[in-house]
């Protein structure tokens, strides 16, 4: 059974992978490694070749209600 890496922050959560797409549309695998303890948020990041850690963590929640109200992803009107 595979088993994700601990989380050597905290040590009560694991560290699980994302995925996402790159500005051209090819997926990148693994772009960032999250701690799943919410109490946590320890993060790695991979933007544009550069490691970032530990960057603080939106949850996205009026992310989705902005766009549901016809807002951009950068908070201006569509």
């Known amino acids: ?35 799943t303890n919410p109490d946590c948020g320890y993060n790695i990041k991979i933007r544009n070749g550069d490691v970032y850690i530990d960057e603080p963590i939106n949850d996205g929640s009026g992310h989705y209600q902005d766009r549901d109200r016809g807002y951009s992803d950068r908070g201006g009107r569509r």
Not at 4 to 33: H, M
């Open 1 to 35: 059974m595979f088993q994700f890496p601990r989380c050597r922050k905290c040590d009560d959560g694991d560290l699980v992978p994302f995925s996402d797409f790159g500005s051209q549309g090819a997926p990148i695998q693994f772009k960032a490694w999250v701690c």
